[in-house]
């Protein structure tokens, strides 16, 4: 192991730690709370980005079943993975898959780092979030950005994982700026970056900003056979941006709603937790036709069967999907009424048990 990789696995060691000692401190501090009232949360991402609005989308579907769900920000699929897997009253949280393969590659000698992995399990996959990289119009490629000032988002964000893995495999050497989206939109506006990375689901709210200038600014391709290998090939089609108007080869990351493997046996607090897992699961599925008409227009291309390698579906999750679990708002529905409906489900129900080993 080179130099590099031994700092940057040290760094990446310690900011885990980090995360997990604050969550960890969260569990604690928030203990007391549960015999008052047990709360449900889903951990999501800046104001601006596709993840909180995926988030409010499935907290309003489970608000019309009674269900209150709570949308909280973060800084993204770092600290969301790091929060489900210790904050407290934390069931859900939306990250970037290859968040898991990332800590994964760390994890084998460090013991921290293995504790968080543990238990991590899927909800859904989602969809496939788009490596944004929006540059001064002067930048014609990838490679033009050795040298230059290019933010990577902040370092607890799935933006920072996944730019830094593409810079490294690229091998362009620019000065990588640790800072959010919206602080990165700022800094090009205003000439101090050169560029910056952004993953998210297009169309994301961030580049509709109308001063972004189709003759200062554009999105550039990443068309790097490395990057095309490693990552699922994308377009952002044309005219997805006001600035943007011709289709750009991009690559793509797919985003999983996640859980954790709670214990029905172990306590009240497992107990609560995999009941609070199954009853959204089964709303998202039941409600599956309605988030892709009234939802974020992602979720018409969310394909709930496309599990990504190495993510496990959750036992929770799959109590949810039962056939015979109904909650109220969804009894005497029929959804069976509809046979592709009932075929969807049967082929997801058998697909989600071949992926865990059998129901």
Known sequence: ??????????IFALRVGVLTALALAGLVAAGPAFAQQFEKNILTGGPTGTYIQFGRDIARIAGECGLTLNVRESAGSLENFVGVRQRSFTQFGIVQSDVLEYLRTYASNDPEIARTIAGVRIAFPLYNEEVHLLARSNIGSLADLAGKRVAVG????????????????TEVAAERVTIGPDESLRQLLAGEIDAFFY?????????????????RFHLLALTDPVLQAVYTPATIAADTYPFQSD????????????????Q????GYHRASCD????ISHLVLAKFAELKETGHPKWTQVDLTDIPP??????????GLDPEFTLPCTRNTAPAAEPAMSAANATY????????GGC
């Open 276 to 279: 609070a897992v199954r009853s």
């Open 310 to 319: 190495g993510w496990e579906v959750g036992a929770c999750v799959n109590m």
């Open 349 to 356: 129900r058998r697909r989600i048990c071949d992926a865990i």
């Open 199 to 215: 993953v998210a689901g297009a169309p994301t709210k961030l580049f509709q900003d109308p001063r972004i200038s189709a003759d």
């Open 247 to 262: 289709p750009v080869e991009a690559v793509a990351v797919k985003a999983v709603l996640m859980t954790y493997e709670y």
């Open 1 to 10: 192991m080179s130099l590099f990789q031994r700092s940057r696995r040290a």
């Open 154 to 169: 902040v370092e607890d964000s799935g933006t920072y994982v996944t730019a830094t893995l593409v810079l490294d495999l």
């Open 264 to 267: 029905i046996g172990k306590n």
